[in-house]
């Protein structure tokens, strides 16, 4: 429908043709069918958590949300439309939000002022509280307020973690969800403040925990998209909307066993009685008698415990060796180039004009000084936006690659140029004597014998390389150590899962040791 200038075209049909524009806009938008959403696998049951049957496909009661939201805005917009996970380090998913790795976030994500700063949420999706958790042999702490003079853990960034600091009691804050309950359960914290949904897979399943006092401090799941996407966020306001109303979140819900009478705070606005009815509620947000009734699929509350029993080393050691491949992609990929550009930084540090000296100096100094992870944040998130004003892009695996190369590289130089100055001088002026020139003297006599001395330590900065690109997982590049900590918060299996992994990097890194011996052998200067 369009209006004419004059016509007397009502709100509402001004309203319904804004609505036709932004669904043609968002139809156009996700022409290729899928739904990105960002979340971490790391974090575990419920939210995201490897499936006990399949080690490789992520399950929770948000990767079904997802699905069901896809499927929802697809059939609003007439296109078909699917939802597809987006593995990212939990701290950092508003930064990829802001950097359209994917469209919105769907990860356990607080609505609080803090984050409203960052991004803009859609309506609740679930209504969670804060649960203390103790050890089962404790009777100093009944509640909260017992904990003035004692330890508590949780996650760092959560609303339970600003609630304890309000309070003033010591905190130690953990980035994931499942080593403070480990922790707790080894004596080395007096209590575990977390969300109900993490107490009801982790505090609530272990025999040595226990829950101390009730459920308080409400607050709410919401998905969080960029807050120039207005469009979509009104998209997946009216999916939940609708998802509310037919049933379905209070199904996903009830599987996962998050259902409980809070959940009748998620109904709002002109549609409440028949949300409020979908979601397993009467008109004055009392649970109906089969509200929580168990639907088909309910999934286990200890399905850690499960996959723990289930997992086999021909399930979980493929996808671990997989991992390791993109660790051996990243480290030969960033020291070759890392090689190359400390030789022209020695180079250039040795032998140029002045101006080349001295900015050669600089590098060495600046990337020596520099923390590599701030490198890989500056260049995958900060440079990102001056790319982006060229229309360009540059890949998590590329900027991976680029960030070691640069920061190795200063070390590098630093070896190459202590080699080349142990070539004793009478080298230079017996090449002369045979009439080479400077150059054919370095390429010839000189850089050899600089090679040799240069092995050894150039193996153990490749070696120390393999461990480093453990770092990359903060900007969305999934490598062997990510991997690991994945598998093992989502089964236990932190000993077997550990040990395999160790192997996997001695099997990457002591042949390099063994290759440079080796070589130091059969290139040494006749005795």
């Not at 918060?489 to 040791?513: D, I, N």
């Amino acid at each position: 429908m369009t209006c004419l200038v004059g016509s007397q075209c009502s709100p509402k049909a001004h309203a319904a043709e804004s609505s036709d524009r932004k669904d043609r806009s968002l139809a156009q938008r996700f022409a290729s069918g899928v739904l990105r959403w960002g979340g971490d696998a790391e974090g575990g049951a419920p939210f995201q958590l490897r499936d006990p049957q399949d080690p490789g496909r992520v399950i929770g009661f948000e990767v079904e949300l997802a699905d069901a939201l896809a499927e929802s805005i697809g059939r609003r917009l007439r296109i078909p439309l699917e939802a597809e996970f987006v593995q990212y380090e939990w701290t950092s998913l508003p930064l990829g939000l802001d950097k359209c790795d994917f469209d919105c976030i769907i990860s356990g994500f607080e609505i609080s002022p803090e984050n409203r700063a960052a991004v803009l949420f859609s309506r609740p999706y679930y209504i969670y509280s804060q649960q203390l958790v103790v050890r089962r042999d404790e009777r100093r702490i009944a509640d909260l307020d017992d904990c003035a003079d004692r330890l508590v853990g949780t996650m760092a960034g959560s609303a339970a973690e600003r609630l304890l600091a309000a309070r003033s009691i010591k905190t130690v804050a953990f980035e994931g969800q499942v080593e403070p309950y480990l922790d707790l359960g080894l004596g080395r914290l007096d209590a575990v403040l977390l969300d109900t949904p993490i107490v009801a897979f982790y505090g609530a399943t272990d025999p040595q925990l226990k829950l101390a006092g009730g459920r308080f401090g409400h607050g709410g799941y919401g998905i969080a998209s960029r807050k120039s996407d207005r469009a979509l966020s009104e998209a997946i306001d009216e999916a939940l909307g609708e998802l509310m109303a037919d049933g379905p979140l209070r199904e996903i819900l009830v599987r996962w066993r998050l259902w409980n009478a809070d959940q009748a705070r998620l109904a709002r606005g002109p549609n409440r009685r028949a949300e409020r009815q979908g979601l397993g509620f009467d008109a004055d947000g009392r649970p109906l008698a089969d509200g929580g009734a168990d639907v088909p699929g309910m999934v286990d509350v200890n399905i850690i415990a499960a996959s723990a029993q289930a997992w086999t080393f021909s399930q979980y050691a493929p996808l671990l060796v997989k991992a390791a491949g993109m660790t051996v992609l990243l480290t030969v990929c960033s020291m070759l180039l890392a090689v190359l550009i400390g030789l022209a930084v020695a180079l250039g540090r040795m032998y140029g004009p002045a101006p080349v000296r001295w900015l050669s100096l600089v590098y060495v100094e600046f990337f020596r000084g520099v923390p590599l992870l701030l490198v890989l944040f500056f260049l995958y998130f900060g440079l990102a936006h001056y790319l982006a004003e060229f229309h360009l892009q540059l890949p998590a695996v590329y900027t991976a690659i680029l960030g070691f190369a640069l920061n190795y590289a200063a070390y590098e130089s630093e070896i190459y140029r202590s080699a080349i100055l142990s070539a004793p001088a009478r080298q230079w002026d017996a090449a002369r004597a045979l009439g080479m020139s400077d150059v054919l003297a370095f390429r010839r006599v000189i850089f050899p014998q600089a090679l040799r001395t240069a092995l050894g330590p150039m193996t153990n900065d490749f070696v120390a390389l393999f461990k480093d690109t453990s770092l990359v997982s903060v900007i969305a590049v999934r490598e062997l150590t990510k991997e690991y900590l994945v598998l093992s918060r989502s089964s236990f299996k932190f000993v077997e899962l550990g040990l395999l992994t160790a192997s996997l990097y001695l099997a990457m890194s002591v042949p390099l040791g063994y290759l440079s011996r080796y070589l130091e052998r059969r290139w040494a200067a006749p005795q």
